[in-house]
T-cell receptor, first 113, second 112 residues
Framework: DQQVKQNSPSLSVQEGRISILNCDYT??????FLWYKKYPAEGPTFLIS?????DKNEDGRFTVFLNKSAKHLSLHIVPSQPGDSAVYFC????????????FGGGTRVLVKP | DGGITQSPKYLFRKEGQNVTLSCEQN?????MYWYRQDPGQGLRLIYY???????QKGDIAEGYSVSREKKESFPLTVTSAQKNPTAFYLC???????????FGPGTRLTVL
């Protein structure tokens, strides 16, 4: 049972435009959500997080939106840059899972110059 | 320079051999984690430790073992009981289990 899903395995976007990555979850007890970026053969790097008490968190070019009623979060990257080309994972924690992170399957982003 | 180190980056072993993957951190983090990533998939939790001398099974602990004798070190042993050990293994740490996790560079294990 996949509790965190990223339904788009890949995304292609033109440099300078907005990248929107989506993530859905099924466990209503999750209360903390994170986005990680991963380059091939490297460990993921933390990008941005959001607590369930908020519906938006912004850090530079990255904004995460949380819609608790829809159990959906999204990551917006604007403007997209070629260096943003990577795999992005969303993760969630809370409830019976405690503080263990449950990861989605990832979305591969390609930013074309 | 603070961080998490994993060694080696690439590891080859024959089927039936146990192998131990190293993970060291100098961030003074209490919590440490081991994940496995398979091609095209997300990260799955193998084991985690919230404090020295204590660890818990994650979602896919079968065929793996860990120890946490020192705060800085959390080695993972892939035993011969692990049916499909070839994968990319990632170690992570966090200040506590309530904070975001920081990852090491990973070890790619190939069992021949």
């Amino acid at each position: 049972d996949q509790q965190v899903k990223q339904n788009s395995p890949s995304l292609s976007v033109q440099e300078g435009r907005i990248s929107i990555l989506n993530c859905d979850y099924t466990n209503s007890m999750f209360d903390y959500f994170l986005w990680y970026k991963k380059y091939p053969a490297e460990g993921p790097t933390f990008l941005i997080s959001i607590s369930s008490i908020k519906d938006k968190n912004e850090d530079g070019r990255f904004t995460v939106f949380l819609n608790k009623s829809a159990k959906h979060l999204s990551l917006h990257i604007v403007p997209s840059q070629p260096g943003d080309s990577a795999v992005y994972f969303c993760a969630a924690s809370g409830g019976a899972a405690g503080n263990k992170l449950t990861f989605g399957g990832g979305t591969r982003v390609l930013v074309k110059p | 320079d603070g961080g998490i180190t994993q060694s080696p980056k690439y590891l080859f072993r024959k089927e039936g051999q146990n192998v131990t993957l190293s993970c060291e951190q100098n961030l003074n983090h209490d919590a440490m984690y081991w994940y496995r990533q398979d091609p095209g998939q997300g990260l799955r939790l193998i084991y985690y430790s919230q404090i020295v001398n204590d660890f818990q099974k994650g979602d896919i602990a079968e065929g793996y073992s860990v120890s946490r004798e020192k705060k800085e070190s959390f080695p993972l042993t892939v035993t011969s009981a692990q049916k499909n050990p070839t994968a990319f293994y990632l170690c992570a740490s966090s200040i506590s289990s309530y904070h975001e996790q920081f990852f090491g560079p990973g070890t790619r294990l190939t069992v021949l």
